[in-house]
């Protein structure tokens, strides 16, 4: 697979960071391995040289997507619903079910009689 690179246009590549960095922020805040990012840690995690991510982060948080904090940048509230939108989108589709197994919407998510039968529906070899 081809690694995939920024855009060419100021535009889209803004929009690009911010999409990536909201996301590794989120995941970062969401593994508990800190919620206080600079740009060295982007140019670790993003491989943006920090010289550059400091740029972007600015302009994060003139955007409202996050705040200033000792020793870098957190995610604000606007931050944290967009951080998690984008990493949902991204990972949607290993999350979504697979054949054969249950939409989040399923009866067996809200009952152990509905779980039974729902399994017993699914086990292989039952003959439907």
Do not use: I, P
């Given at each position: 697979m081809d690694e995939l690179h920024p855009p060419k246009s100021d535009?889209?590549?803004a929009l690009y960071w911010r999409s990536e960095i909201l996301q590794v922020m989120y995941w970062l805040r969401g593994e508990g391995l800190g919620e206080v990012v600079d740009a060295t840690l982007l140019e670790r995690?993003?491989?943006?040289e920090a010289e550059f991510g400091v740029g972007y982060l600015d302009r994060l948080v003139v955007d409202g997507y996050l705040e200033l904090a000792?020793?870098?940048?957190v995610l604000s509230e606007t931050g944290l619903a967009e951080?998690?939108?984008?990493?949902?989108?991204?990972?949607?589709d290993l999350t979504r079910p697979a054949h054969g197994e249950c939409s989040a919407d399923c009866w067996c998510h809200n009952s152990v009689e509905e779980a039974i039968a729902c399994a017993a529906e699914r086990a292989p070899g039952d003959g439907r």
């Open positions: 535009a889209l590549r995690f993003l491989g943006v000792d020793g870098g940048y951080g998690m939108t984008e990493f949902a989108l991204s990972f949607s």
